[in-house]
T-cell receptor, first 113, second 112 residues
Framework: DVKVTQSSRYLVKRTGEKVFLECVQD?????MFWYRQDPGLGLRLIYF???????EKGDIPEGYSVSREKKERFSLILESASTNQTSMYLC????????????FGPGTRLTVL | QQPVQSPQAVILREGEDAVINCSSS?????VHWYRQKHGEAPVFLMI?????EQKGHEKISASFNEKKQQSSLYLTASQLSYSGTYFC?????????????FGKGTKLTVNP
C-alpha cells in the first residue's frame, strides 16, 4: 500500500526559529513535492525534486529551502519562520514524471507565533 | 498560470448531479482531478490526457477539450461520500521539468 508520511501533524514555532518539516515515502518514487495549502488559494507548489540532491523551485519558493539526501526523504526548511508562513504543508510523491499520479501525505499544520 | 475552477462552491441534495469546470490560459496536455475530504489528504481521482478522451468510473467522469483548454468533472446521482473539495491540476513545463499546477478548488457539499 502506498504510503507518504510526514513527521508531525501539528507544529507550533516562534518567529525567527528554524523549522524542519520531514516527509518520507516508501514507494521508491523518483519525484517528491512540497505544497502549501491556504483557504481559498488551493495547493501551491513550493519546491519539488526529481532525483536525489536535485531540486526545482515551484511557484512560491521564497522563504523556503529543501533537502533531498536520500530518495525516500524530502525535507522542507524554513530558515527563519515568519507569521505569514502559518499554513498547512502537504508533501507528495509520484513515480516517474512530475505529472504522474501524486500521492499525498496527511499534512503538517504549522503555526508560527 | 493557475487554472481557474468554477464554481467555487456547490451545494447539492443526495441524488442530484453536478459539473465542475477547470479552464486554463495555457495549452493543456494533461489534467488531473483530486478530491480532498475535510481533514484528509487529497486523493487522486483520474487523469485526462491530450485527445479529448472522456474517462471515469461509476458515477464520476470527466472530459477534456483541448481546443477550449478546459476540462469538466461530472458527478452523477451524488452521494454523501462525494462531499469534499475538488482540485484540478494541469501539467505545465518549467525549464526542462514538468510540474502540476492546481486550481483553487471547488467545495462540494452533498446533503441528505
Amino acid at each position: 500500500d502506498v504510503k507518504v508520511t510526514q513527521s508531525s501533524r501539528y507544529l507550533v514555532k516562534r518567529t525567527g526559529e528554524k523549522v524542519f518539516l520531514e516527509c518520507v515515502q516508501d514507494m521508491d518514487h523518483e519525484n517528491m513535492f512540497w505544497y502549501r495549502q491556504d483557504p481559498g488559494l488551493g495547493l501551491r507548489l513550493i519546491y519539488f525534486s526529481y532525483d536525489v540532491k536535485m531540486k526545482e523551485k515551484g511557484d512560491i519558493p521564497e522563504g523556503y529551502s529543501v533537502s533531498r539526501e536520500k530518495k525516500e526523504r524530502f525535507s522542507l526548511i524554513l530558515e527563519s519562520a515568519s507569521t505569514n508562513q502559518t499554513s498547512m504543508y502537504l508533501c507528495a510523491s509520484s513515480f516517474e514524471t512530475s505529472t504522474d499520479t501524486q500521492y499525498f501525505g496527511p499534512g503538517t499544520r504549522l503555526t508560527v507565533l | 498560470q493557475q487554472p481557474v475552477q468554477s464554481p467555487q462552491a456547490v451545494i447539492l441534495r443526495e441524488g442530484e448531479d453536478a459539473v465542475i469546470n477547470c479552464s486554463s490560459s495555457k495549452a493543456l496536455y494533461s489534467v488531473h482531478w483530486y478530491r480532498q475530504k475535510h481533514g484528509e489528504a487529497p486523493v487522486f481521482l483520474m487523469i485526462l490526457l491530450k485527445g479529448g478522451e472522456q474517462k471515469g468510473h461509476e458515477k464520476i467522469s470527466a472530459s477534456f477539450n483541448e481546443k477550449k483548454q478546459q476540462s469538466s468533472l461530472y458527478l452523477t446521482a451524488s452521494q454523501l461520500s462525494y462531499s469534499g473539495t475538488y482540485f484540478c491540476g494541469t501539467g505545465q513545463t518549467q525549464g526542462g521539468s514538468e510540474k502540476l499546477v492546481f486550481g483553487k478548488g471547488t467545495k462540494l457539499t452533498v446533503n441528505p
